[in-house]
């Protein structure tokens, strides 16, 4: 991305900031298991919450970036060029490679992926000049992503009347 600001440059890198990019990575994941709860069981595999997706596809998607995000954090780390990825062809081979699995599976994955996600948070170098580029970048995949599929899955509840 030649020539074009990416959202983790020119960052206020103060332990302020710092602290407020963490609030907003665990406010992001609070709404969003929150927008979960109380979606029937039998709702859970119910397709168009996003797009042909299920609750149950988004559980598994979710587990999927969040894991991807480490990725980017590593990068960030080493200080590594910020590179585009093929997403939507990454989501079609994720969704394909998780066909048959339970909503259950899929939650439990989510919530394990997210741990993950979070222990590499909690053991990389905490300064903010390290820590806010790399949240930054790791927040397309995460707190970004969650807030993205949280308005989806209100807007599919409203619709439904769940």
């Not at 149950?56 to 590179?83: C, K």
């Not at 903010?128 to 397309?140: A, D, H, I, S, Y």
């Amino acid at each position: 991305m030649t020539g074009q600001t990416m959202p983790w440059e020119n960052l206020d890198i103060s332990e302020k900031a710092a602290i407020a990019a963490l609030a907003r990575l665990d406010a992001s994941w609070a709404t969003l298991v929150s927008t979960l709860a109380g979606i029937p069981e039998d709702r859970l595999d119910e397709p168009g919450v996003c797009g042909d997706w299920s609750i149950s596809d988004l559980l598994g998607h979710i587990a999927f970036w969040d894991r991807y995000s480490l990725d980017r954090g590593r990068d960030s780390l080493e200080n590594r060029a910020f590179e585009s990825v093929p997403w939507e062809e990454m989501n079609d081979r994720d969704i394909a490679a998780r066909s048959g699995r339970s909503a259950a599976e899929n939650r439990a994955d989510m919530e394990s992926a997210h741990r993950e996600m979070l222990a590499f948070v909690a053991a990389a170098p905490q300064d903010p000049g390290t820590l806010l580029p790399m949240l930054k970048r790791m927040g397309m995949d995460t707190d970004e992503h969650y807030d993205e599929h949280a308005a989806e899955i209100r807007a599919w509840r409203e619709q439904q009347g769940i």
